[in-house]
């Protein structure tokens, strides 16, 4: 009585086939390690001072603006919202033929 052997998984397969397999699964470990280099490329700051801390209370001594601490969150993202509307303001391209609005006085 002879014993059954259990089939080989590249057995009957082509060659073509078995290349196509080995392929796609070095795909999917080069796409899981690169995945998992842009997760870690851009961590979050620890919280604390940033860039427009240093700015909103530089700007406040400038101006000698007393700056209670309850407003500091509120002036901080009024900042970034207006920073980042002047980024896009600033970037917009114009064609060499445009001309300033007329001014209208009334």
């Keep these: 009585m002879k014993t059954k052997r259990a ?5 009957g397969k082509s060659k073509a086939s078995r290349a196509r397999v080995a392929k796609t699964a070095r795909a999917k470990t080069t796409r899981a390690k690169t995945t998992r280099a842009k997760t870690t490329r851009f961590k979050r700051k620890p919280a ?3 860039q427009l801390d240093t700015f909103v ?10 700056l209670e601490p309850a407003w500091r969150a509120a002036v901080k993202s009024n ?3 207006t920073l980042r509307l002047a980024t896009l303001f ?3 391209p114009l064609p060499d033929d445009a001309e300033p609005a007329p001014v ?3």
Excluded: M, Q
């Excluded at 089939?7 to 057995?11: M, R």
């Excluded at 209370?57 to 007393?66: G, I, S, T, V, Y």
């Design 104 to 106: 209208f006085v009334a």
């Design 48 to 50: 604390g001072r940033d």
């Design 57 to 66: 209370d530089a700007a406040a001594r400038a101006l000698d603006l007393p």
């Design 79 to 81: 900042l970034d919202v």
């Design 90 to 92: 600033a970037d917009f």
């Design 7 to 11: 089939k080989s998984p590249t057995k």
